[in-house]
């Protein structure tokens, strides 16, 4: 099989780059998240979910160190209208949303509501991907541990999918997708892209803006859930009839992410290539 080697620009410099975000918007959009997520854990685990808010009021109490920024109640009751679980928690949303624009830099009289603010990409990575973190690893801490990761897995899964079904397809085809996969060293990926054979398409990715970004985040396998998980559903925002296999990735400290997109109109085989033949495909990269 043939593949094409993709260069990157420096990881540093585009962790840098800044980009013009809405904090209200990016803040809704988590919020939505976490609502989701304590709707999967009030119908699969009832009993828990007053220790887990507690826990998780705890956590965020802990993480916020900017008195200047502690948000009012007219500050997020125009919030609370859509969050069903979250709407009668307003001092968890407070808390959350105090310490996402911690994560942001936002200075004390940014026009949070309305303007729009310049951040790194770096910035905005932790900003997106610390709180969710933060709480899975509260529900691992009150639940078993298999079991708080089987409840995040479930919400992941169900809150993309509901995700997808409000999308078109992106590509039409795997060609389409290698296209944009090859176009990737824009945004720091080092990696090798094979030709599109029988509906596969295979990638070894050797670089990620993520693993880089929030590599002081200590468990692993927690931020494989957070940073990754939903690629396996989320595939299908490429186009419906795609699906994903991935046994390895950096943020899990492998040393690279194998990534094999399938066409489920041409082929139903779905085995996953052995390690063996993505350590043939290209030397590894040195990341340092």
């Not at 298999?146 to 995700?163: C, G, L, M, P, T």
């Not at 599109?196 to 494989?224: N, Y």
């Amino acid at each position: 099989m043939k593949f094409t080697h993709v260069e990157e620009l420096r990881l540093e410099d585009i962790l840098e780059r800044g980009q013009e975000h809405q904090p209200l918007d990016f803040a809704q959009g988590l919020l939505r998240n976490f609502d989701h997520l304590l709707g999967v854990v009030k119908g699969q685990k009832p009993t828990i979910l007053d220790a887990f808010m507690t826990n998780l009021e705890e956590r965020f109490h802990q993480l916020v160190n900017r008195d200047d920024f502690l948000l009012g109640d007219s500050d997020v009751s125009p919030l609370l209208s859509e969050l069903m679980n979250l709407r009668e928690h307003p001092l968890l949303v407070k808390l959350f949303l105090t310490y996402h624009f911690q994560l942001l830099q936002l200075a004390k009289d940014t026009e949070w509501k309305s303007a729009a603010v310049e951040i790194t990409l770096r910035t905005f990575l932790c900003a997106r991907y610390l709180p969710p973190y933060n709480y899975l690893q509260v529900l691992t801490e009150t639940l078993p541990r298999a079991e708080a990761i089987q409840i995040f897995k479930d919400h992941i899964n169900d809150y993309v999918r509901s995700r997808i079904a409000e999308t078109d397809d992106r590509y039409q085809s795997l060609e389409d997708l290698r296209e944009m996969l090859l176009k990737m060293g824009e945004w720091g990926v080092i990696g090798n892209v094979s030709e599109v054979d029988e509906g596969k398409l295979i990638s070894r990715r050797d670089t990620c803006l993520h693993e880089v970004a929030l590599r002081d985040i200590p468990d692993q396998e927690l931020k494989f859930l957070v940073c990754c998980f939903g690629d396996y559903e989320g595939v299908r925002s490429f186009n419906k009839h795609f699906k994903l296999t991935m046994k390895h990735t950096l943020v899990r400290g492998d040393p690279y992410c194998d990534c094999v997109y399938y066409d489920t109109r041409i082929t139903n085989d779905f085995t996953h290539p052995p390690r063996a033949f993505f350590d043939s495909i290209w030397p590894l990269t040195d990341k340092d």
